[in-house]
């Protein structure tokens, strides 16, 4: 008879979470191309109305690039995350799936983003969508190292410095999302402030 709950999920591991947060990015990461349609300038076929159209797609080119650059930093530390946890349990799975599923909402937020950069509703579907995927990666850290699933030999400085970074990007996104009121599609420019938010983490 088993005593400890624990050795019944013996059989999962790490490895197949970060197998499907791999497979799950690279879809998501290259969907997000599809928010740019090639202009469609049939009626008017010429040189200027074609870089009229290509113009005008400065919107979607630019909420693309911060899209793609922000999925790699989820990618990143999900990864950095992981090189720590080393056991998992059913639990740490369910927060996996659960951010995952906000990850793959990115290319849809992009989308809309792209296509509506001046509406404060589409900013605000954007900001939210990457504020519960900031807070979800947080909580699977916190979860963790809550339940001792971390490398036995990593000293609390490292976990402390660990969770400080886990915070930048919910803290990023809800001042984005307090700029989005005022700077529409530009408040996402934020983002680009996280690895000088990282460098402030470190020293605290």
């Known amino acids: 008879m088993v005593n400890d709950l624990d050795s019944i999920y013996n059989w999962m591991t790490t490895s197949r979470i970060e197998t499907l947060v791999d497979g799950i990015f690279a879809i998501a990461m290259t969907l997000l191309v599809l928010s740019i349609a090639v202009p ?32 790699s930093m989820f990618w990143r ?63 699977n850290w916190f979860y ?5 699933l971390l490398d036995e030999k990593m000293d609390k400085t490292t976990i402390q410095l660990m969770s400080r970074n886990n915070l930048i990007f919910p803290i990023l996104s809800i001042i984005a999302l307090g700029l989005a009121y005022y700077v529409d599609a530009w408040s996402s420019l934020v983002y680009l402030a996280s690895p000088l938010l990282k460098k402030i983490m470190e020293k605290i």
């Open 40 to 71: 469609d300038i049939s009626r008017v076929a010429s040189e200027s109305a074609l870089q009229q159209q290509l113009w005008l797609l400065w919107p979607k080119i630019l909420s693309y690039v911060l899209s793609f650059w922000i999925l």
């Open 144 to 148: 963790a190292v809550r339940k001792g």
């Open 77 to 139: 530390v999900n990864h950095q995350q992981f090189y720590f946890i080393k056991r998992t349990n059913p639990a740490l799975i369910t927060i996996n799936v659960c951010w995952l599923l906000f990850i793959v909402l990115v290319p849809f937020s992009t989308d809309l983003i792209g296509d509506y950069p001046n509406y404060f509703t589409a900013n605000l579907i954007f900001q939210l969508n990457l504020f519960f995927a900031g807070i979800l990666y947080y909580v």
